[in-house]
């Protein structure tokens, strides 16, 4: 590869622009980076709103027999939490990432359909403000309440009419209804784009390892989200034109909803966390000065995971009565599951091993995520043993372990992908020192909250309610899980700043910070509205290290 | 020189899982913390401190487990950590890039068939102990009790021996040596709901329209705590189980008295007139009375259980008053409405539910 395929035009010389001008330029837009950066905010502003209905329900349970809030309250925050956090903020914001980087790492001036792109967010965004729109809107009727409480996975029958009166349900019914059509149109853009839009030479043994994962994500978007929509015009059908499916007291199946529900539940976990092992991915190699380690197996292992996600659902319905053949078959498969993300955490270990670690911010958090997803993927080893299952399962333990993932595993490589790509994205450095000081906050928070969360659910503590009883042994453990709450809300806040001054104060950063490889540090920060001014044309998996070392460039050994 | 042998899978599965399980005792530290003999104050809910079989197998199996995941997470901890303090950047080794390593498929090959084989292990632990306690056989002598889940509350009815009861049940002991096991037939009135009693046994989900079921002999007597584990509306959290584990004695005694109808005065009391006049009767039941509702709780023998309002609160006359005047006090959100009482009235219909023994 020779410099004068990739371009490296001047900054723009764009007149600035009055701000309703600006404003309708954002809203009008059809870029995949404006959309991208548009998610992700959208995705901030709902991780804050989730956080504080996480943090209600933390001082709630601070000490047995606490009256901080109601228990209708309380219901109706652990709903809205999870449903926010879920729908609102980790899928938009992978799939700003996704937007924003997959084009700019095959080398694309664009995503496939740029049209479908901007429906999709405004899709998932108006569907954010719709379940939201059910605190002023969801009484209907005198008392019957207004944000859903039936709990962010909505059992039938606490669904139907009888237990669910006024509107609360029907918002959150067709906010996912709405957002979902969103989430399907945006991996079906992912998808095309990463199957037509790749520059010349980028065959798909060539493919970044981010728009592999992202394209998997995608993929799992599609079989995921349309049982789940499918079941959401069912219970819509149940509500209101008669429809008998999970209706109980008609002879409908509860346990049917389960089924639809956790077709679509498991393998969103994974839609949820192969993105963030897709920023791994890219991050590990960089601050490790090393090619990621097995690049072949690392696909091979994603995709097994994809598929082996799509046969493990069954595994959170362990206690509702299935036979022993049954509960055995999905032993095996989610226990199965475990060997390709074993392979990705030995190959991530590989590829550090002999390199030169740089203990920049994005870096430090990719390395608490190889520990904390390590323990997360154990304790869910444990649970996968369907009778250890049976007393974990639908107590604090679980929900220690699943936010091991989402948080321990997720959020962490989330901050070291915004640390990592906000250089890219904004043309500035973020603050080192504040950088920092948020990883070690929110390590310190993260561990008080969710190490000891572990603890309680092994005594025998329930989650979903809204008080408890002294006597149980649970009372240290939920005040020390509380005050980490406040370290993981004053580290967001440092994040917050950091991004808020380093936006208009950071160094200039320049196009390649960070000495990388892949096609998005070739152009300059932020990227001109066309990304390429001539398309480039690459000859291994790290353009931009054969660039630098046209002496011993990669395409020698793939 | 080696001998050839017959080999049969089924002994090497069961050899091999036999010998698995044999290392548990070792790794008792791992859980040391928690592991506990009963009545130790840790917490009445630990599900470490087994009192019967299913709860026994399921802490074993977890010792395994414990055992197996510990080993990993040890090993790649030490190999982590040795990985980032070993190759950090230093000034030495910044002035060239380190050497590119693209892979290596002997490792990629290790690291992806011993986990394989740690999984088919542990896949195999598992697979038994879902057999031995989901088709356990049910011994003629078992005890049947019908589980009835309600928003928020238990109700128990013990078919073969006429006695309907609520939120506290009570079970007999189970020598080990001559298993008298009770088995639990789970169905739910409304929505979904779970049955936990974490040293009795793993949770099982009232389902309506599915019934479920489970079992239990505990090998000491005493009071086992839980409590619904399943979110089932707004009071989930004060929907608190009670189990007491009588001796053989004790428990025939039990049912005995339990099988009486309500042993009144002859002449009706101001309570039980007010009862017997308001919508009281709808939902409870006191047996040789009018009283025959089915929506709430048995009331035949109330002042026989220690706690009212499914285990919320005990079961003094100024809590009963209090409860009858306004429920919600206790219980926001439960079902049992405020009947429009004075606090003389509720005091009256207390006074006559306290004659209910």
């Known amino acids: ?180 059509f969103g989430s399907i149109g945006t991996a079906i853009n992912i998808i095309a784009t990463v199957l037509c839009m790749r520059c010349k030479g980028m065959s798909l043994a060539k493919l970044p390892l981010l728009a592999w994962l992202n394209a998997t994500m995608a993929g799992l978007v599609i079989l995921a989200v349309s049982p789940l929509t499918a079941a959401q015009i069912m219970l819509l059908v149940d509500r209101y034109l ?31 966390v192969v993105p963030a092992f897709a920023f791994a991915s890219e991050i590990i190699p960089v601050f490790s000065r090393k090619a990621i380690f097995g690049y072949p197996i690392m696909v091979a292992a994603t995709l097994a995971i994809g598929f082996i996600s799509m046969s493990v659902w069954a595994h959170h319905m362990f206690t509702v009565g299935m036979s022993a053949a049954g509960n055995t078959f999905f032993v095996l498969s989610t226990m199965a599951i475990a060997v390709p993300t074993g392979i990705k955490i030995f190959n991530w270990l590989a590829t550090m091993w002999g390199g030169q670690i740089h203990f920049k911010t994005p870096m430090l958090f990719c390395i608490a995520f190889l520990f904390q997803f390590l323990i997360a993927g154990l304790t869910g080893v444990m649970q996968a043993a369907a009778p250890f299952d049976w007393q974990l399962t639908a107590s604090y333990f679980v929900v220690a372990h699943f936010h091991y993932v989402i948080v321990g595993a997720i959020l962490f490589t989330l901050f070291g992908a915004f640390y990592y790509w906000f250089p890219k994205m904004s043309g500035r450095m973020y603050d080192e020192r504040l950088g920092k000081l948020h990883f070690w906050l929110f390590l310190i928070g993260f561990h008080l909250t969710f190490d000891f969360m572990h ?47 380093s936006y208009f104060r950071g160094e200039l950063a320049g196009n390649d910070p960070w ?44 | 020189m080696s001998t050839r042998r017959k080999v049969n899978i089924a002994n090497v599965v069961r050899s091999l899982s036999t010998q698995a399980l044999r290392v548990v005792p070792f790794c008792g530290a791992v859980v040391a913390g928690f592991a506990e003999p009963s009545r130790s104050p840790l917490s009445p809910t630990n599900i470490f401190a087994p009192v019967s079989t299913p709860a026994q197998s399921i802490f074993d199996l977890s010792h395994f487990v414990l055992l197996v995941t510990g080993a990993i997470f040890t090993v790649v901890v030490i190999l982590l950590t040795y990985a980032v303090v070993k190759f950090r950047k230093t000034r030495e080794n910044t002035w060239r890039e380190p050497a590119q390593v693209y892979g290596s498929t002997q490792l990629e090959l290790a690291w992806t068939v011993i986990p394989i084989l740690i999984v088919v292990v542990l896949f195999l632990a598992a697979a038994r102990v879902i057999a031995s306690i989901q088709n356990a056989a049910r011994p003629s002598n078992a005890l049947e009790v019908t589980v009835i889940g309600h928003q928020f509350w238990w109700e128990y009815r013990y078919p073969s021996l006429k006695v309907v009861t609520a939120n506290e049940l009570h079970i007999p002991i189970s020598d080990p040596a001559h298993p008298t096991p009770t088995f639990l037939t789970l169905l739910s009135a409304d929505t979904d709901h779970s049955f936990w009693v974490p040293r009795l046994a793993g949770k099982t989900d009232l389902i309506p329209n599915h019934p479920n079921s489970m079992w239990v002999d505990p090998h000491e007597t005493g009071l086992y705590l839980g409590q619904c584990a399943q979110y089932c509306g707004t009071q989930h959290a004060l929907m608190l189980l009670r189990v007491y584990v009588d001796s053989r004695e004790d428990f025939d005694r039990w049912v005995k008295q339990q099988s009486q109808p309500a042993q009144l005065g002859t002449k009706p009391s101001e309570g039980r007139t007010i009862f017997e006049t308001t919508a009281c009767v709808n939902c409870h039941t006191i047996a040789g009375t009018p009283a025959k509702g089915t929506f709430g709780p048995d009331l035949t023998h109330l002042m026989s259980r220690q706690t009212i309002a499914s285990g919320a609160s005990s079961n003094t006359i100024g809590n009963l008053i209090a409860w009858i005047y306004k429920p919600d006090v206790f219980k926001p959100g439960c079902k049992m409405p405020s009947m429009g009482l004075s606090v003389q009235q509720s005091a009256a219909v207390a006074a006559y539910l306290a004659t209910l023994h």
């Open chain 1, 1 to 180: 590869m020779s410099t004068e395929l990739i371009a490296w035009p001047s900054s723009e010389t764009a007149t600035p622009q009055p701000f309703v001008g600006q404003l309708h330029q954002w809203v009008t837009t059809v870029d995949h980076k404006r959309l991208g950066i548009l998610y992700i905010l959208y995705a901030l502003l709902f991780l804050v709103v989730g956080g504080v209905e996480a943090t209600i329900m933390r001082i709630q349970l601070i000490r047995p027999l606490n009256h901080f809030v109601s228990p209708q309250v309380f219901n109706r925050m652990f709903t809205m939490h999870g449903t926010t956090m879920i729908f609102f903020v980790v899928m938009p914001v992978m799939f700003g990432f996704a937007n924003y980087l997959v084009p700019l790492m095959i080398g694309a001036r664009d995503m496939a359909f740029p049209r479908l792109n901007a429906l999709s967010f405004w899709m998932t965004a108006f569907g954010g403000l719709l379940l939201y729109f059910s605190f002023v809107g969801g009484d209907g009727l005198y008392g019957a309440g207004n944000a859903p409480d039936v709990g962010w996975f909505a059992y039938a029958p606490l669904t139907s009419k009888t237990f669910s009166r006024g509107h609360s349900t029907d918002f959150w019914i067709l906010s996912l209804l709405v957002s979902g």
């Open chain 1, 242 to 272: 008669g429809g008998q499916f999970f209706d109980t007291q008609a002879g409908g199946s509860a346990v049917l909803w389960m089924h639809f529900f956790w077709v679509f539940g498991h393998p969103e976990v994974y839609v949820l």
């Open chain 1, 455 to 501: 603890i309680p659910g092994i005594l025998g503590m329930p989650r979903r309610i809204y008080t408890y009883e002294p006597g149980r042994g649970w009372d240290i453990w939920n005040l020390i899980v509380t005050i980490g709450v406040f370290f993981q809300a004053a580290a967001i806040l440092v994040f917050i700043w950091n991004l808020l001054w």
């Open chain 1, 515 to 558: 000495d990388a490889w892949t096609l998005e540090w070739s152009i300059p920060s932020p990227p001109p509205a066309y990304n390429f001014a001539d398309i480039p044309e690459v000859r291994s998996r790290r353009p931009l290290w054969d660039l630098k070392h046209p002496e011993d460039p990669d395409w020698h050994y793939e």
